[in-house]
């Protein structure tokens, strides 16, 4: 009987032995099973820290976005100086102030002599101007009066290499970017001389009706001395005048109602006397 209580006192011995092993690896399982997560994000934290290193290290050998703008920046300085000095003998070495400039802005206003005009040069500066620039890129420029080319026609070929010109027409995928590039340039000096023909070609002048205040009027050289008058009595103080045939004088010169303005030689701010008389 004792030997019995000896072995069954063993045997409980041993299975609790058995419990506390299972427990202790269940225990062990557990733990495990926490921290395999915790591990796969710190290494998936590693490997993407790493990730941008190589990427930072990679975007730094190869200069990053900020470098190549940088170069592309020094390309368009290069292609912009070299149209420059391209143009530059073509260009007027000195420009001459249009008469409403003359005497109302300081010198440093006149453009540079060898580059482009600016809103202060003369009808006949910008002239040559747009001639030279024509001739510089290689655009003849057809005359229908003869060998005498007029700022009009040099007008519409300006309209036509700005079309030849356009960066639509000459995309990086098309022409390459340093091309690409040159074209832009020329297109936004062409801009520039379009604006100023537009300028240019309308003149400010003044009338004056006996001691009636005087009237500033703007019309392209293009216009009519019929459409002055109409210009004229559409507005106070000259409205009143609209029933009554009228002469206009520059000078001593009557200016007849079927001439240009162009053809009269009025200037900017000459003066046109209005006269009351019969119409011709």
């Given at each position: 009987?004792?030997?019995?209580?000896?072995?069954?006192?063993?045997?409980?011995?041993?299975?609790?032995?058995?419990?506390?092993?299972?427990?202790?690896?269940?225990?062990?399982?557990?733990?495990?099973?926490?921290?395999?997560?915790?591990a796969?994000s710190?290494a998936?934290?590693?490997?993407?820290?790493?990730?941008?290193?190589?990427?930072d290290?990679?975007?730094?050998?190869?200069?990053?976005p900020?470098?190549?703008?940088?170069?592309?920046?020094?390309?368009r300085d290069?292609?912009?100086?070299?149209l420059?000095?391209?143009?530059?003998?073509?260009?007027?070495?000195?420009?001459?102030?249009?008469?409403?400039?003359?005497?109302?802005?300081?010198?440093?206003s006149?453009?540079?002599g060898?580059g482009?005009?600016?809103?202060?040069?003369?009808?006949d500066?910008?002239?040559?101007?747009v001639?030279?620039?024509?001739?510089?890129?290689?655009?003849?420029?057809?005359?229908?009066?003869?060998?005498?080319?007029?700022l009009d026609?040099?007008?519409?070929t300006?309209?036509?290499?700005?079309?030849?010109?356009?960066?639509?027409?000459?995309?990086?995928?098309?022409?390459?970017?340093?091309?690409s590039?040159?074209?832009?340039?020329?297109?936004?000096?062409?801009?520039?001389?379009?604006?100023l023909?537009?300028?240019?070609?309308?003149?400010?002048?003044?009338?004056?009706?006996k001691?009636?205040?005087?009237?500033?009027?703007?019309?392209?050289?293009?216009?009519?001395?019929?459409?002055l008058?109409?210009?004229?009595?559409?507005e106070?103080?000259?409205?009143?005048?609209?029933?009554?045939?009228?002469l206009?004088?520059?000078?001593?010169?009557?200016?007849?109602?079927?001439?240009t303005?162009?053809s009269?030689?009025?200037?900017?701010?000459?003066i046109v006397?209005?006269?009351?008389?019969?119409?011709?």
């Open positions: 009987r004792q030997h019995e209580q000896q072995q069954q006192q063993q045997r409980e011995q041993e299975r609790k032995q058995k419990q506390e092993g299972e427990a202790s690896r269940r225990g062990r399982s557990e733990k495990a099973a926490t921290a395999t997560p915790k796969q710190r998936s934290s590693s490997n993407s820290s790493s990730g941008r290193s190589v990427d290290n990679a975007s730094s050998s190869s200069g990053g900020g470098a190549l703008a940088r170069s592309q920046s020094l390309q290069d292609v912009r100086n070299a420059e000095e391209k143009l530059r003998p073509f260009m007027p070495a000195d420009h001459v102030f249009r008469e409403a400039s003359r005497g109302s802005v300081p010198e440093r006149r453009a540079a060898g482009l005009c600016n809103r202060h040069c003369s009808r500066c910008l002239k040559t101007c001639a030279g620039f024509l001739m510089a890129m290689d655009i003849p420029v057809k005359s229908k009066g003869g060998s005498k080319v007029s026609e040099l007008f519409e300006v309209n036509k290499a700005m079309r030849k010109f356009h960066p639509d027409r000459n995309s990086v995928k098309r022409v390459g970017l340093e091309k590039m040159y074209c832009e340039e020329v297109c936004k000096d062409l801009s520039l001389l379009q604006s023909m537009d300028t240019t070609n309308e003149v400010a002048f003044v009338l004056m009706y001691d009636q205040p005087k009237m500033r009027v703007n019309l392209p050289l293009s216009a009519t001395v019929g459409e008058k109409k210009r004229a009595v559409s106070p103080p000259y409205d009143a005048l609209a029933a009554r045939p009228l206009l004088r520059l000078g001593n010169m009557e200016m007849r109602d079927d001439r303005l162009a009269c030689n009025v200037k900017e701010n000459c006397n209005v006269v009351v008389g019969n119409a011709n």
